[in-house]
Each structure stands twice: as structure tokens, then as C-alpha cells.
């Protein structure tokens, strides 16, 4: 088995008989919670990186500016203030994306907690129920672990919504960073 770090309960779902995860959950995608947080942790260093990157530029493009009269300063300082605010939005971007990344974390790793509990809860009861069945009970027995199953698929399911509803959100926030795009595409002009 391969070495599990510490936040990761994906490993236990392996305790869960296989017979019954596979018909219950279906296939459970390879999740790996510490790669995830480090793709956070990543992400928001490059963030940090570029707020101290801007202002350094912001700082030593005011002492150019200083240098320079008329026109020209005027161009620099523009040109100066159009860097600055692309590596602001982009340091908001990887910021974003790193908090994306610790959401997903966290949310597959309630969801692996859920599943695993679940899937104890429906051992027991898969051992209750072959007891009521011998005794006549075999009907609830069925009820009972059709309700449990339902229970773990609505869990997986909604890791994947929750998964897709961060993501989307996530790509609105870097859209609205972005803004209008100010390029304007000429229409093609008619062959002659």
C-alpha cells in the first residue's frame, strides 16, 4: 500500500469491503488531499511573490518617472500603472486558485470522512439485516440497505457538485479580474 500522509483519508476506503464500495460508490477517483493543499500552498506563494514583485516595479517605476519630464513621463508612468495592475490581477488570479485548491481539499477530505463512516454504518447493517433476513425481517433488511446506499452515493455525489460549483465560481472570479477585453477584432474586409 502506498505510503498515506496525514490529511488524506482516502486510504481508509480501502477498509470498506470491496464488493460493497465498488456496487455502492462505483469507482472512487485517485484524490490526493496533501497534493492538492501543496498545489494551494503553491499558488499562493506566487501570489505573495507577485504583490511584492508589483510593488518593488510600482516603487522603482515612481523613481524613473522622477528622472523623466513632460511626454515621456507621462508615457512611463501609464505604461508603470498598466505592469503593476496585470501582476496585482494576476497575483489575485494564483491567490484564487489557492484557495480553490484548499476548497477541494477540504471538501474531499469531509466527503472521504463521510463515505468511510457511511460505509461502517452500512457494514453494520448489512450484519443486522442478514439476522432480521434469517428471521423472516428480509424486506426491512433490504429497505435498510438501499437507504444506506442511497446515503453514499448522495455523499460522492455531492463532492463532485461541490468540486464543480468551486471551480465555477472560481473561473467567474478570474473573469471579472480580467474585465472587458479591450482588444477589438476588425471585421474581415470583402474580396474584391
Known amino acids: 500500500m502506498p505510503e498515506q500522509q496525514p490529511g488524506d483519508a482516502s486510504h481508509l476506503l ?4 470491496g464488493a ?7 469507482h472512487w477517483p485517485a484524490t490526493s488531499v496533501p497534493g492538492m493543499r501543496g498545489n494551494g500552498d503553491a499558488y499562493m506563494r506566487a ?7 508589483a510593488d518593488e516595479y510600482e516603487a522603482r517605476g515612481a523613481l524613473a518617472e522622477q528622472a523623466l519630464t513632460g511626454a515621456s513621463r507621462e508615457g512611463l508612468a501609464q505604461r ?12 489575485a488570479v494564483c491567490e484564487g486558485l489557492g484557495r480553490q485548491c484548499y ?3 477540504d471538501a474531499t477530505l469531509e466527503v472521504q470522512h463521510q463515505l ?4 461502517i454504518i452500512l457494514g453494520a447493517q448489512l450484519a443486522y439485516d442478514a439476522l432480521l433476513f434469517f428471521q423472516g425481517g428480509g424486506l426491512k433488511a433490504l429497505n435498510d440497505r438501499i437507504a444506506a446506499e442511497v446515503a453514499m452515493r448522495e455523499a460522492v455525489e455531492q463532492l463532485a457538485v461541490r468540486t464543480g460549483e468551486e471551480a465555477a465560481a472560481g473561473a467567474v472570479r478570474r473573469a471579472a479580474l480580467r474585465g472587458p477585453s479591450t482588444r477589438r477584432r476588425s471585421a474581415p474586409s470583402p474580396a474584391a
Not at 460493497?20 to 462505483?26: A, H, N, P, S, T
Open 103 to 105: 476548497d477541494t481539499a
Open 14 to 17: 480501502a477498509e470498506v469491503p
Open 116 to 119: 468511510i463512516v457511511t460505509g
Open 80 to 91: 508603470n500603472r498598466s505592469v503593476v495592475k496585470a501582476m496585482r490581477d494576476q497575483a
Open 20 to 26: 460493497v464500495r465498488d456496487l455502492v460508490i462505483g
Open 47 to 53: 501570489s505573495a511573490d507577485l504583490k511584492n514583485s
